[in-house]
């Protein structure tokens, strides 16, 4: 479920999408969709069959009909080469109606806003969160994603973007997972921590390990690290460090 600002008549307002993934064919996904959500409305129309293959280039922003043969670019696309900024949160909670009104005015206000709400549960919570180093399972409602686009080139509008993205991020605080704030690893988001200049550094790598992995997992990931690379030749900003209290750079 995705929440994007547009403009109607003149008037800022929230549009709100259902974008799904169901692994079977429309005929069995429509019967379960008027059994549990008549009120969508979904028709056969608004069903588009394809291999899982060809789902991953639609949810990557492809066209529907893009050769799969495409997944094996490592050329970024020209027409996507947008300046863009990703956070991420975790909800354990259901947002109220006045939550959402509240989250939607700040949308409205600060726009180049996109929150998408990726559900969770099912086989998710079957997995503990110690059996990969992936933790956020079980007691998660769902992943919300920001975006914030913009077409302005240059470090001022990039600064810009960014502190909007921040400020729509810091306004979500009362609604998301809390000591820590979770995040999730792949939206790398430097604003959860760094380790400066990517120096080997426990401590500020749990600033952001713990948010992304947990308190157990971190050690854990640490402790392989210190065994398979314990001169953290293989590093960046948010690299899981080794147990050494220093590297010599």
């Known amino acids: 479920m995705s929440f994007d600002v547009v403009t ?11 974008p799904g993934l169901f692994l079977g064919n429309s005929t ?6 008027d059994d549990n959500f008549p009120e969508l409305g979904l028709r056969e129309i608004d ?16 066209p ?13 696309q020209v027409e996507r080469e947008r300046p863009f900024k990703s956070k991420s949160d975790y909800l354990k909670t259901p947002i109220s109606k006045r939550g959402l009104k509240s989250i939607f005015k700040k949308m409205k206000e600060l726009e180049s806003q996109i929150i998408t709400f990726s559900p969770f549960g099912g086989r998710m919570e079957e997995i503990s969160e110690f059996a990969k ?9 769902a992943m919300i994603e920001y975006d914030t686009y913009w077409n302005e080139t240059g470090v001022v ?16 605080t009362p609604y998301v997972s809390k000591n820590p704030r979770e995040a999730f690893y792949n939206y790398r988001d430097l604003d959860n921590g760094v380790n400066q200049n990517g120096k080997n550094s426990y401590e500020e790598g749990m600033v952001y390990g713990v948010r992304y992995f947990k308190e157990v997992n971190y050690n854990r990931l ?28």
């Open 47 to 62: 069903c588009v069959e394809m291999s899982w293959a060809e789902s991953a280039l639609v949810y990557a922003g492809f």
């Open 133 to 141: 180093p992936y933790p956020h399972r079980a007691g998660n409602i």
């Open 28 to 33: 069995r996904l429509l019967s379960l969709m």
């Open 8 to 18: 109607d008549k003149g008037m800022k307002t929230i549009s709100a999408s259902f």
């Open 222 to 249: 640490v402790m392989v690290k210190t065994m398979v690379d314990p001169h953290n030749f293989f590093r960046n900003e948010q690299g899981i460090p080794t147990l050494q209290s220093s590297y010599d750079m």
């Open 64 to 76: 529907i009909g893009t050769p799969i043969e495409t997944l094996l670019s490592r050329t970024l």
């Open 157 to 172: 509008a990039a600064n810009k973007y960014l502190e909007i993205s921040r400020k729509m991020h810091e306004h979500m």
